[in-house]
């Protein structure tokens, strides 16, 4: 359930750091607002149960591969280079996401 609202928040991530790049008026802004709002939530949600630093590391991890992802798509340029080293952050995002395990009681902290 927590990692579900990680992997959310990351793909909000996307859709919002995306948008910046079009964002010309006053109701892009807002509604990238609340974006951020609602993936940084549900992150600080997670924290419950899942260590902050992986959360965190594993968050940051799906904002970076899949605005990289849509910006191939949308037409930006890369190289082999770029994914070689795509392919080595997100070994170890998954490594992150694997080794850790959740906290079995709620943390008062």
């Known amino acids: 359930m927590y990692w579900l609202l990680v992997l959310i928040a990351g793909l909000l991530e996307v859709i919002w750091a995306s948008a910046l790049k079009h964002a010309d008026s006053l109701i892009d802004w807002i509604g990238i607002f609340l974006l951020i709002a609602v993936s940084f939530l549900m992150l600080i949600r997670s ?7 992986a959360a965190y590391t594993v968050f940051v991890g799906i904002g970076t591969v899949g605005t990289y992802v849509t910006g191939v798509i949308l037409g930006e340029p890369f190289s082999i280079g770029q994914i070689f080293f795509l392919a080595l952050l997100l070994s170890g995002i998954l ?3 694997v080794f850790t395990k959740e906290n079995k009681t709620r943390s008062e902290h």
């Open 95 to 97: 490594g992150m996401k």
């Open 47 to 53: 924290y419950k149960k899942i260590p902050m630093a």
